[in-house]
């Protein structure tokens, strides 16, 4: 990894669930210099809530990207996101374009922008085979279940169990925002392929070879979307690399920054 110091600074968007300590690891693998840093969207993590949850959702986070960008960086900057964490930062990046050099979008998750019905059927019937048993493990309560098969789902058997202790309470500590996810929240924002056009800035979408069709169906769908965007298969890779291997996925980060410069 280059230890120059690089001019443009980087904000890091989590997914659900998770929050901003989620890319401590990937941030302190980061070259020498850069300014990376990471926010914790409304509702997630172990804080205090900031209302009855019933504002959650893709507007929300979205403003809460743009409202830091604008206070505490000097902008425009470079978004990179994951997962859920993509939605809102696509939508701001359409809202304010000029706080935003550049996105790097790690599986976006939604739906919204694929046009094509094939993709649009595999993703849905993908999804449905993956949430029931986390809904069962939590309506069971059993919070721990409900991760570990976060986990087996977005990965391999077994990545979960083997967190550290520490690795495994902060994904736990955002467990209670699922329920906003599936309904007591606002349903997510309908970014269609149109609204990805109009985002002009350097795009790469990447995904991992052997990533599940809810998120390789996302990943293409926003790719082809964005005029100019580049689609990168990571080799070997699943849903949960930046939390599996964050010094292989902060090398990425840094080439494909230096490939939009």
């Known amino acids: 990894m280059s230890t120059s110091v690089p001019a443009a600074q980087a904000l890091f968007i989590h997914g659900a669930p998770g929050d901003a300590r989620v890319w ?18 409304s509702y997630f993590g172990a804080g205090e809530w900031p209302g009855d949850g019933t504002d959650f959702g893709t507007d929300r986070h979205a403003r809460d990207i743009i409202s830091y960008v604008e206070a ?3 902008w425009p900057v470079t978004l990179v996101a994951w997962s859920f964490g993509c939605h809102p930062a696509l939508l701001a990046a359409i809202r304010r374009p000029e706080l935003f050099t550049s996105l790097a979008l790690y599986e976006p998750s939604l739906d919204s ?20 048993p986390v809904i069962a493990a ?4 059993d919070e721990a279940a409900a991760m570990r098969t976060i986990f087996d789902n977005s990965a391999r058997p077994g990545d979960y169990d083997a967190l550290s202790p520490a690795r495994q309470s902060l994904y736990r500590d955002s467990l ?6 599936m309904g007591r929240g ?22 991992g070879e052997h990533t599940r069709a809810m ?3 996302p990943s293409r769908a926003v790719a082809a979307a964005i005029p100019g965007a580049k689609l990168v298969e990571v080799a070997g ?9 964050p010094e292989r996925f902060a090398g990425l980060v840094e080439g494909w920054l230096e490939d939009m410069t």
Not at 113 to 132: H, I, L, Q, T
């Open 24 to 41: 401590t690891p990937v941030i302190d693998a980061m070259a020498a210099g850069r300014d990376a840093r990471a926010i914790t969207l």
């Open 215 to 217: 998120f390789a169906v």
């Open 186 to 207: 606002q349903p997510p924002a309908a970014i269609a392929s149109a609204d990805l056009a109009r985002i002009a800035c350097p795009v790469t979408v990447a995904m």
């Open 237 to 245: 890779a699943f849903h949960m690399l930046p939390e599996t291997d």
């Open 176 to 181: 209670r925002v699922l329920p906003l996810l």
């Open 72 to 74: 505490a960086m000097e």
């Open 113 to 132: 922008y694929v046009d094509d019905e094939a993709e649009r059927a595999a993703f849905a019937a993908d999804g449905a085979a993956a949430f029931p």
């Open 138 to 141: 939590l309506e069971a309560g």
